[in-house]
Every structure is written in C-alpha cells, then in structure tokens.
C-alpha cells in the first residue's frame, strides 16, 4: 500500500548560493512565534487523509540542533528519488499538536499555499528507558536532546508540494506556539535504478528474504541490519536474525498478521565485533553503550543506517528498521532505527519500542517527568472514564480504567493493569492490539490486488466478463471481498462475472469493497480496514433481447409467516425478466401473481390453513420450469412468544460447538443469529423447531457472537442477550 517516490529538498536560505531565489514566497515568521499559514487548500479531500492507495513522496530530512534549535542552512537536506516504483499507500497523517516533543511540517505550492500539513514527533528529542532485563519494569526514563537527527515523512505527490515550513512545537504560557525553524524547497532527484525489494535474495548487496508475503508495495517491510558482526561472524547473523523473528512473530497480535510482513536481512561487515562502551569501536554504524551516559542505551549512527539501506533498497522495502548488534550485553534503543543485543530479553524490548515507533503506543509506567495534557496516544487518556477505549469494556475481560500512565502516578490513566508497555514480557492486550492492527494497516491495503486492470469496460449483450479482487488476510482469514452493481450486494468472494445475457442495456457501476472484519479492532473511523475499487460497464444491445430461455429460480422458501400473511423469496435467475408465483388450487397450479422482483409478501388464507406455492421465470425466449413446490401453514396464535433463556455454549470443538437455551411456551420455532461484523447486522445463522442446534463447519479459532429468538405466528421475541464463543486452534 506504498507507493513510494523520493525527493531531493533543499534549504531556501542555501538557495542564493546555488544561483536560485525563492519565488512567490514571504517569510513572516522567521524570529517571531506565531501559527502557521491557514489552511488554504484547491484540494477537496482532507489535509490528513486521502480516500484511497495513491502515490507518495518519501523525504528525509537531516536536522542538526543548534541556536534556536533550527536546522542547519548550511546542510543540504537529503532525500531520494525513484519513479519506477509502484508502491500504494493510503495516507493519514496526524494533524492536532499534543505535545512540545512535536514539529509541524506544512507544504506550499507554486503559488505559496498551504496544501498540506503534518504533525510529527521532533527526531531532536529522544525519550530513552531503561528497563530491568530481569523484572521487565522500567529503572529509568528521560528525555536527551540530540545533535543531529533525521525527519522522515511521506507525503502525497498529488498535492504538488514545491516547499516545506518546519515549526517547533514550544509551551507557551496560553497554550502551544509554534516557532518557525526552516524553509525547505522540493525538487526532483536524478533518477536511479534501484531493485525490486521482490527476488529471494539481492546477494551482491548482502540482501537477503527471511520472510516475504508479497510485493513490498502492499507489505510491511521490517528490515533486520547487522552491526558488529566481522565478515566471519556473518553466518551467526543468519542465525540469530532467525532466532529473533521466530520470537517477534511469536506475539500473538504480530502473529495472527504475519501474511502482511515482509522480512529483510540485510549483511554488512564490520572491521571489529561487538559494541563500544562510551565510545564506538570499529564498526560499520558505530554502535556503542553509554551514549547520554545511560549504561545500557545502545546507540548508532541513524543518518548512516539510512543512507546504506538506501543504497541498497528501495525505499518502499524500509518502513521498520531494528540493528542488531553483536553482543551479548542487554540494552537496545528505540525511534527510527530500533537497536538490539542478543540478550535474551532484548526481543520484548524491541517489541516495546516498536509499539512506540510502528504503532504509536504511549509508555504505561508512571516514571518520569509528567505533564497532563491529552495524548493523542491510543492507550493513554486523562478521562478518568476511559472513554477512549470505552467500546472493550464489554468485550475484553481485562480491560477498564487503571490510573497512572504516560510517566504520570495520577491524572492520566491507562486501559489495562499491565501490559507490553509497561513491563515487557507482557502480553499487548486488546487496546494496544488494536492500534497495532489499524498501523500494519496504514501500510497495507486490505484489497491486494484486482483485474481487469481499466476502469470502463464496453460488453455487447452476450458477453460474459470476469472480475477478480484479491484481499490481504490473516492467519484468521478475517478479510473478506464482496461485489455491489449499482450498489446492490451481488455477490461474495474473490471473483465475479458479470454476465451480460442477465442485464438489460445500459450502464453499471460494479464495487469490489474489501474488509477485515476481525473482532481485535471495533472502532476504525479512519476506514483503514477497508478498501474498493469500482469499475463502470456500459453494455450495449446485441440485437436481440435474449439468447435463450432462463434458469429455474433457486432458493426458493416462505418467511415470516403471520396468521394471515408472509413472504416468498428465490434468488435471480440468470436471464429472467419477470417471475410468476403459482399456487396450487382446485387441483392445478394457475398463476398467482406476477412480478419483476425476486420476492412477494403474500396476503392471503387464514389461521390453520395451508396453501401451496412455486415459482418459474421468464424472458422473451421462453420460460424455466418451475421450482419444487413449498407449503405454507397459518398458524393460529395469541401473544409473540417470550424471551429465551439460559442461552450457552457446549461441547466446544476446533470446527464446531453446541448451542442451548431453554424452551419457551407458545414457541414454534427459534432463530439463532450471528453478529456480521462486516455489514454490522445480526444475520440469520439456522432456523430451529428444536431448543438447541449444533453449530458446525468452522475454521479452527472461530470468534463469533451469537443470540437466539424464539419465532411464533404472532412475531418474534426479544434476543436474548449474546454471547461470545471461541472454537480452540
């Protein structure tokens, strides 16, 4: 879901050096603290997110700390260009301020209006923790300010962004002041070939595929670097980088959605093994313990890491970077460029600190120096109420309003007693799961791929065309693919044709629309979890109205039947103009009723009685036979039947499960639903005459939410209350 350019930026105030002046552009800002330009904008979609995959422009910033904490204008500032790629990606970024460890990064165009505005965490100012490898608790946190750093950010080239603001995020003493740092200009790079992140291997850059489930433009690519390993200790690198993806899939979150990680292993020697104390040794990023005099930070060169990975990889195989470094010694960091030892323990701190840098997970430990403001952090909120997470606290046991969080003892509260992050080696749990699956999905479009590939498709009559739409699932198949002409729901699956035979001439509209509707995420206001694609068919008359005669209607049944009144229903018939429905009276079938629709609510006969009915379809060719008779009997009764009770689940199997509940008086039937997460619907899962009903043909690790209603004549019950049910792997 990335599609992946890169930029060359540089610094306005570098400008008159190259023989180039600014155009079309008034700095106001340079030494006073003010807001940013307004959000003056051509686009007609919002600034932080777009509707769909589109192309995006990778640009990498190099910041140095210096008077005013501004960017150095002497420093170029680097990033990378390369067209051939055609990664997707659909864009979100954050727009509200939260924090003074923020920056606000606004683009301009040609004509120097804002089209484009960002609020990302200020590379500048690192948080560092320390957590004891034997308790999992953390021993120490604080924040140290950097000398150099890199800005890294994508943004959409559709906006046609010429210019880059960048603003420090100061407390003010009436709130948040933006101060202005740096002007940047945007223009292309030179073109360069750089390989597809899709072989097994890139052996002469030392690339290797540890894990690859698809193209790198619709993946999450984690690459695993080595650092400290000497050309002999390489082959151990192989090894361990095994070892320590066995243990990051191992978490349950990151294993259920390992079909969305590609894995790299990237080889680079160095001239000596191991870590520096204090200072780097010789090796090839300099990593080295002590840095801001913390013991166990393990520190390296970050601008170096990216630069060697660019030269190596295309830009849309780096989304996660974790250096491991050939130590035993405990420690590792985080941010852009995650580090490790191989201490045992170092895998739950990496996990930890990509819950920071993947998924934007808050910290949920109450050391350190706090400030209650509301975070924009998933897990953190100083709503005594949780009202963040509110809509688990029916469906996860463990979660509910625990205060102290984000380096606060009281006044900002967090969803779980304990979890990975707080003490590592704890399990994520259902908040923190959940915004983890909402980031791999700002990488990934849950509809992978689709034919044919133009949007207009020209059909005569008689012809057939065939549409596919593949969707990115998980290890729980949780993603689905339905199709909607002319905004109808038509069919499920991977595949649809549209068969012109059983469509009169004219235009359509035909949507693929891919979700993931699994039960780890309630809440997805941005529409991550989903994605479509439309095609419009315009079919023209092939001469004749139809080529033959069709199809016997399917499916046919009664429904809702009332002491007076029902409903008959059939599935279309391929090629079917109008249905007639039948009943069976004086010893023959006459025609009933006629109509173009594929139901009929009936009025007719009364309490007691029994009437018989088909169906058969026609077109101007000719006529089907008909369907198998149904009867229909009209009950006689008083009052709807009272609510069930004592609904439970039994004799729980890996592919399926028995449901109870009592009988109810005056009952003739019961119906058990199942909740649809993917239409938000109760469905009908089986019709009963019995006061249980075994649930079978289930996957192994089926989640579903069940209810029962007890059916008379008369009408329906209330539901009883559902309840969750679980089939074992």
Same mark, same amino acid.
């Given at each position: 879901m990335k599609r992946i350019s890169s930029l060359v930026a540089v610094p306005l105030t570098t400008l008159a050096l190259l023989g180039c002046e600014p155009q079309g552009f008034k700095d106001t800002t340079e030494n006073s603290q003010t807001t940013p330009p307004p959000n003056d904008t051509t686009s007609d979609r919002p600034l932080s997110e777009t509707e769909g995959p589109e192309r995006l422009l990778d640009i990498q910033i190099r910041l140095e700390a210096g008077s005013g904490r501004s960017a150095s204008g002497t420093d170029a500032v680097q990033a990378r260009l390369d067209p051939v790629l055609t990664a997707r990606a659909k864009h979100h970024a954050d727009i509200e301020v939260t924090s003074s460890d923020q920056m606000v990064l606004v683009g301009l165009d040609r004509d120097g209006e804002e089209v484009y505005r960002a609020v990302v965490q200020d590379p500048l100012e690192r948080e560092v923790e320390v957590f004891d490898p034997n308790t999992g608790s953390v021993e120490m946190k604080r924040k140290v300010e950097q000398s150099s750093a890199l800005l890294r950010t994508k943004i959409p080239e559709r906006l046609s962004v010429d210019r880059l603001k960048l603003y420090r995020v100061d407390d003010g003493a009436e709130g948040f002041e933006l101060r202005h740092l740096q002007d940047v200009t945007v223009v292309p790079a030179p073109e360069a070939v750089q390989p597809r992140a899709t072989s097994r291997s890139f052996d002469a850059n030392g690339v290797y595929s540890v894990k690859q489930s698809g193209d790198s433009a619709n993946r999450v690519d984690l690459v695993v670097l080595s650092e400290g390993y000497t050309q002999n200790d390489l082959a151990q690198f192989e090894q361990d980088v095994n070892t320590i993806v066995d243990g990051y899939f191992a978490e349950d979150i990151y294993?259920?959605?390992?079909?969305?990680?590609?894995?790299?292993?990237?080889?680079?020697?160095?001239?000596?093994?191991?870590?520096?104390?204090?200072?780097?040794?010789?090796?090839?990023?300099? !990593?080295?313990?002590?840095? =801001?005099?913390?013991? $166990? +930070?393990?520190?390296?060169?970050? &601008?170096?890491?990216?630069?060697y990975l660019r030269s190596v990889l295309p830009s849309n195989a780096i989304d996660k970077v974790l250096v491991v470094v050939n130590t035993e010694t405990y420690g590792g960091a985080g941010g852009q460029v995650a580090t490790m030892s191989l201490a045992p323990q170092a895998i739950d701190l990496a996990l930890h600190e990509l819950g920071h840098s993947f998924?934007?997970? !808050?910290?949920?430990?109450? =050391?350190?120096?706090? $400030? +209650?403001?509301?975070?924009?952090? &998933?897990?953190?909120?100083?709503?005594?109420?949780?009202?963040?997470?509110?809509?688990?606290?029916?469906?996860?046991?463990?979660?509910?309003?625990?205060?102290?969080?984000?380096?606060?003892?009281?006044g900002m509260y967090r969803p779980t007693f304990t979890s990975m992050m707080k003490d590592l080696g704890q399990p994520f749990y259902a908040v923190n799961e959940s915004q983890i699956v909402r980031s791999i999905y700002q990488y990934v479009d849950v509809l992978d791929g689709t034919a044919p590939a133009p949007s207009s498709i020209t059909l005569e009559g008689g012809d057939t065309q065939t549409f596919t739409a593949t969707s990115v699932n998980n290890h729980n198949g949780t993603a689905q693919v339905r199709w909607l002409l002319n905004g109808q729901v038509v069919h499920q699956g991977s595949r649809f044709d549209f068969v012109g035979a059983d469509h009169t001439a004219g235009t359509y509209t035909l949507k693929a629309e891919a979700r993931d509707t699994t039960d780890r995420v309630i809440e997805d206001p941005d529409n991550l979890l989903t994605a479509s694609r439309t095609w419009t068919i315009s079919l023209t008359d092939s001469g004749q109205s139809c080529d033959r005669a069709p199809a016997v209607p399917s499916a046919f049944a009664s429904s809702?039947?009332?002491?007076?009144?029902?409903?008959?229903?059939?599935?279309?018939?391929?090629?079917?103009?109008?249905?007639?429905?039948?009943?069976?009276?004086?010893?023959?079938?006459?025609?009933?009723?006629?109509?173009t629709d594929t139901s009929l609510n009936v009025t007719s006969g009364q309490g007691g009685q029994t009437d018989y009915f088909r169906v058969y379809a026609e077109n101007d060719c000719g006529t089907s036979a008909a369907t198998n008779w149904i009867s229909v009997r009209y009950p006689v009764c008083t009052a709807v039947p009272a609510q069930p009770t004592g609904l439970q689940a039994q004799d729980i199997q890996s592919t399926q499960y028995m449901l109870t509940w009592w009988p109810v008086d005056g009952a003739e039937s019961y119906r058990v639903e199942v909740w649809n997460g993917y239409d938000r619907t109760w469905d009908e899962l089986v019709t009963t005459t019995d006061s249980w009903s075994r649930i079978a043909n289930l996957r192994a690790g089926t989640v579903q939410y069940v209810r029962t209603v007890a059916l008379n004549s008369c009408g329906n019950s209330e539901a009883t209350p559902y309840i969750r049910v679980q089939t074992p792997y």
């Open positions: 294993s259920d959605y390992e079909p969305m990680f590609n894995v790299w292993r990237v080889e680079v020697a160095s001239n000596q093994s191991g870590a520096g104390q204090g200072a780097p040794k010789d090796t090839r990023f300099g !990593a080295h313990f002590g840095c =801001y005099n913390i013991q $166990r +930070l393990l520190c390296v060169d970050e &601008a170096e890491v990216f630069d998924a934007k997970l !808050a910290d949920e430990y109450d =050391y350190g120096t706090c $400030r +209650l403001r509301e975070p924009n952090n &998933a897990n953190a909120t100083t709503d005594p109420n949780g009202g963040k997470w509110s809509q688990w606290f029916d469906r996860a046991q463990n979660v509910g309003v625990y205060e102290g969080a984000m380096y606060c003892p009281t809702d039947v009332g002491s007076d009144n029902f409903r008959l229903s059939w599935e279309s018939s391929r090629g079917a103009q109008r249905y007639h429905v039948q009943k069976w009276s004086g010893y023959q079938w006459y025609n009933f009723k006629e109509t």
